[in-house]
Every structure is written in C-alpha cells, then in structure tokens.
C-alpha cells in the first residue's frame, strides 16, 4: 500500500522568494517519486522525478526535490518564485516497477507580485 | 509532434444523456489511463489498459466504461450521465520502458445538468 500527504493545500508565496512545497509518503515498496504542475485549464506537465539515482534531483523552471528514506519526505523547492509558477502541484508515489500512481492531494500556489 | 490529445476539452450536457470522452495519443505507447478529478482535489485511476484489448478497472469505482480496439485510441462512455458525473477528466499514457512516468492530456471538463 502507499500513500502521499501533501501537507499544505496553499501556499502564498511573493515574486522572487522561496517556495517550499511538503511532501510525505508511505510505500511498502522502493517508491518512485514524481512531482507534477497543473496549470489553469491544462493537463498535469511533469516538473521532476526520482527513481532511486541521485537523492537530489533538479527539474524544469528551476525547481527541484530532495527524497529523504529517513524522513520519508520529497519536498519540493524553487529558490525564486517567479509569477509564472502560480499553479497547483501534486506530488505522486507509485512502486519502482509499477504504473499505478497515487497522488497527493495537491498544494495550489499563489504568487504575489 | 508526439502528443496526447483529449476531446472535448470541455463539455456540458444534460442528465440521462450517452457521451464519449476521447483520448489519443500519438507517442506509440502500449499503457493508457484514465482518471477522474473533482475541483481542488486529488487524482483517482478509473481505468487502464496495457495495450490493444486490455482494459482494466481503477481504484476508484466508476459508472463508465472503455475500449481499447486501437494503440492510439482510449475513448471513455458514459451511457447515461448524472450530475454526480460532474468531474474533469484527464487521460494518460507511459512509455512501457518508463512505466512510471505519465504523459497526461489536457483533460475534458464535463458538466452534467
């Protein structure tokens, strides 16, 4: 069984700072982890992912994530919000070698000028 | 261009009435996917198919149903619609070498009066 918690449905954040968005999981299994963007009336784009190289894994736009076993958590961060970046994002676990994800229940980003 | 392309991307309609959501997609990819999302809210599989003449059910109960007859095409029917059918529906698909990494469509935003 696996499981995500995103821990913050909103996050507000103003253009040019950080944005840290918290991610926790559980797996019975070496997890895969993915971070994905929604924007407004678009389909979900992948911004990064994690499949058991490097713990620190950098994606698209800037963002990236670290997977920590002992905390269980993949946390995603982006040094400098850009306005752009005002969308929702969900984090999503699935088994190293399956296909089924489970996602989280998303954290909806604001950017204020 | 390799893509995944969903028809309508929005419709509204009234109860009892038979609809097909398309989805295609154009990357050659043996698994597709189906799922179901309320606003603000996570992402649930409904159906999935591994190739031509798979289909599968998801984890979350749904009332409709899929074919999958080509590679490139994974419609969804609904025979008689609700308005607990009222969702965005967003179709998928993975390449069966990186099963874990999901393309995802721009989603059909169905309404049901």
């Known amino acids: 069984a696996q499981s995500v918690t995103q821990l913050d449905s909103h996050v507000s954040v103003s253009e040019g700072t950080p944005v840290l968005l918290r991610c926790n999981y559980s797996?019975?299994?070496?997890?895969?982890l993915f971070w994905y963007v929604q924007h407004p009336n678009k389909g979900l784009q992948l911004l990064l992912k994690?499949?058991?190289?490097?713990?620190l894994v950098k994606g698209i736009n800037g963002f990236e994530a670290e997977f920590k076993k002992s905390e269980t958590s993949f946390h995603l961060t982006k040094p400098s919000a850009h306005m752009s970046d005002a969308a929702e994002y969900f984090c999503?676990?699935?088994?190293?070698?399956?296909?089924?994800?489970?996602f989280g229940g998303g954290t909806r980003v604001l950017v204020k000028p | 261009e390799a893509d995944i392309y969903q028809t309508p991307r929005y419709l509204v309609i009234g109860t009892g009435k038979k609809i097909t959501l398309e989805c295609s997609q154009t990357m050659g990819h043996d698994k597709m996917y189906w799922y179901q999302q309320d606003p603000g809210m996570e992402l649930h599989l409904i159906h999935y198919?591994?190739?031509?003449?798979?289909?599968e059910k998801g984890d979350l109960s749904s009332e409709s149903t899929v074919s999958r007859i080509r590679t490139e095409h994974f419609p969804l029917t609904l025979e008689s619609a609700r308005p607990s059918h009222t969702s965005q529906y967003l179709c998928?698909?993975?390449?069966?070498?990186?099963?874990?990494?999901?393309?995802f469509g721009p989603g059909t935003r169905l309404t049901v009066l």
């Open positions: 797996s019975s299994y070496s997890p895969s």
């Open positions: 994690y499949t058991s190289a490097a713990t």
């Open positions: 998928a698909s993975s390449d069966p070498g990186l099963p874990n990494e999901q393309f």
């Open positions: 198919s591994y190739g031509v003449n798979s289909t």
């Open positions: 999503v676990v699935t088994p190293a070698a399956g296909n089924k994800l489970t």
